[in-house]
């Protein structure tokens, strides 16, 4: 199984990027997906996550109402689409693939990780 985190680079607040995570070797439309990030010197954390349908999806409160969670099965791509990003969101982003339909915010409940896009967010 293989996941690959692209779309990542400099961006100013106010602005908007849209993350990808193309999966691989796997079947997709089964498997409940994450986003998790870690910026440097702190631990990972969780930031999204999208049942195996789309329909049911959860947010780190930092993030509601900023960025949006979805996924496409025919593509077997993952998204992470952001809002007017803040300089706090700058960090190394990984795509996460569970083993199991439903959604969860504990990164010990997802077995696939991608390799990381890195988000750099600047005023």
């Known amino acids: 199984v293989q996941l690959q985190a692209s779309g990542g680079g400099p961006v100013q607040t106010g602005g908007s990027l849209r993350l990808s995570c193309a999966v691989s070797g796997r079947t997709f439309s089964s498997s409940g997906m994450g986003w998790f990030r870690q910026a440097p010197g702190k631990e990972r954390e969780f930031v999204a996550a999208?049942?195996?349908?789309?329909?049911?999806?959860y947010y780190a409160e930092f993030v509601k109402g900023r960025f949006t969670i979805s996924r496409d099965n025919a593509k077997n791509t993952l998204y992470l689409e952001m809002r007017s990003p803040k300089t706090e969101d700058t960090a190394v982003y990984y795509c996460?693939?569970?083993?199991?339909?439903?959604?969860?915010?504990?990164?010990?409940?997802?077995?696939?990780w991608g390799q990381g896009t890195l988000v750099t967010v600047s005023s």
């Open positions: 999208i049942n195996w349908s789309g329909i049911s999806t």
């Open positions: 996460a693939a569970r083993a199991v339909s439903g959604w969860s915010r504990s990164s010990s409940n997802y077995l696939y």
